[in-house]
């Protein structure tokens, strides 16, 4: 804390994942005598810069932009790029940690590293973030590369503006590489790799309920969020005949009572992926859904919770109403949605919860899948990669069964941690002191 003052949620992940590895890491001398715990949490690099662009009245703004490159131990840094207001290097150092061990869970080639901008992107026009974005890549461009650094998308940053990042970026380089992914199915981009993070998240649940005794099918589910992540775990969840009772976005939450139908996910998302409206726009057009505003949809009762929208969106308080509702299972499509405080209501209360670095690897992994096709020249089809999706899935899950099965229980957050973690201490224990 001392090194890397005022960074909160930097600080909340790194204690998360010592928490877990440490007892095992105590009883490692190898790793101890090389100091892997406190080298792991020192990024390898941060690359810090200024993005000019021009509104559409001529006016002049200036962002702040990063790339964290926290560790390729594994493979090629990758991990998103966010445009978000709230964005800082804290926030931005929590993910690219996160991701060293998400990476190394998926089984896949990929070191861990995060970026993005507090650009907001709400309110501004097209051409507006086309010239952010070309601004953007004009510096990021000599720091990232297939065999390098390889960025997706996150919060802000969907199929629009990873097209006008990966424009720029062979513009600039007069080559084409499968350097950035999410990218246009016509242009290099994987199928599935929109819904993968959300159909991911629910096949790890899935998983998580049958390891438990219990059935997906017939679950009361409670999402937030309704944008990438969120719309896709929402798709899939009715798919298995769960009934899904909300969404949310910045504004406040919708309350569906029976369960979202295929008619009204059709109409949220042509709303938020073309149009960019608010969620409250479902209930202005269907009267049996009731709109909250300002409120987090946590108390509604529900057999499962999936946070889909942004980090610590779910405290202790939360947490009570959740596991007073009899939830048996919350599993993180966002990436550290619950506080520390959350997490611990959760475990007291025997509440399955499985932490993103597990639920929501399927997004980096059928990125993963997209530079392996790039790098091929190929493209396999949605079956094939959906088919490699539930396997990555499935192996992911039962690593964190091998490593944090407890009394008849599973321990995910241990068991997530200490196999992701496992892996990247090994490989920097090979490599010696670098
Ligand atoms: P999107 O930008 O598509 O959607 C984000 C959603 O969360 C929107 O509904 C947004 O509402 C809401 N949201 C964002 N910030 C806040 C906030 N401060 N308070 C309340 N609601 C908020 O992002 P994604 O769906 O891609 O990402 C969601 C989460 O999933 C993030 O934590 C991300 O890191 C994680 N993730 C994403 C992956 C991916 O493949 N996209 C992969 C793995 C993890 P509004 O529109 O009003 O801002």
């Known amino acids: 804390k001392k090194r890397n003052p005022h960074e909160e949620e930097f600080h909340q992940a790194v204690e998360e994942v010592a928490t877990s590895v440490l007892p095992w890491y105590m009883d490692h001398e190898a790793y101890r005598k090389a100091q892997i715990l406190e080298r792991v949490t020192e990024p390898d690099r941060i690359v810090t ?40 290097q804290s926030i931005l150092k929590f993910l690219g940690f996160e991701q060293i061990f998400k990476n190394s869970l998926t089984g896949l080639p990929m070191g861990g590293a995060k970026g993005g901008s507090n650009f907001n992107p ?15 890549m004009t510096e990021l461009h000599r720091h990232i590369g297939e065999d390098v650094d390889v960025p997706a998308g996150d919060i802000g940053v969907g199929g629009r503006e990873i097209s006008y990042l990966f424009g720029q970026y062979m513009r600039l380089e007069n080559r084409w590489s499968g350097v950035l992914t999410g990218k246009g199915l016509s242009f290099g981009g994987s199928a599935v790799r929109t819904e993968a993070t959300g159909y991911g998240c629910v096949y790890f649940c899935e998983h998580m309920l049958a390891q438990h005794g219990e059935e997906i099918a017939g ?74 505003p300002k409120a987090r949809p946590w108390g509604v009762d529900c057999d499962v919770a999936l946070p889909c929208a942004t980090q610590n969106e779910m405290d202790a308080s939360d947490a009570i109403e959740l596991a007073r509702s009899g939830c048996l299972a919350v599993c993180e499509g966002a990436n550290m949605p619950l506080t520390a405080d959350a997490a611990k209501v959760l475990a007291d209360h025997k509440v399955l919860h499985a932490p993103g670095k597990a639920s929501n690897a399927g997004g980096v992994a059928v990125s993963g899948l997209e530079q392996s096709q790039n790098a091929m020249r190929i493209s396999w089809s949605r079956e094939e990669v959906d088919e490699r999706l539930r396997s990555i899935i499935a192996n992911i899950h039962a690593r964190c069964v091998e490593y944090g099965h407890q009394q008849g229980r599973v321990n995910y957050v241990d068991g997530a941690n200490i196999a992701g973690f496992k892996k990247v201490a090994d490989a920097m224990l090979a490599y010696g002191v670098v």
């Open 49 to 88: 810069f200024r993005v000019c662009w021009e509104t559409d009245e001529g006016d002049v703004r200036a962002n702040r932009a990063w790339r964290v490159q926290f560790n390729h131990s594994l493979g090629p840094y990758k991990g998103g790029l966010r445009f978000h207001p709230s964005v800082t």
């Open 219 to 292: 679950k009361k589910v409670v999402i937030s969020g309704s944008g990438n992540v969120a719309l896709y775990a929402a798709e899939k969840a009715i798919e298995k005949g769960t009934k899904v009772v909300t969404l949310s976005d910045s504004s406040g939450f919708v309350h569906v009572t029976d369960g979202l139908t295929e008619q009204q996910l059709h109409f949220v998302k042509e709303l938020k992926e073309n149009r960019r409206g608010r969620i409250s726009e479902l209930a202005d057009e269907f009267g049996s859904v009731k709109f909250y």
């Open 122 to 136: 709400k309110g501004k026009s097209e051409r507006e973030v086309m010239r952010f974005c070309q601004s953007m």
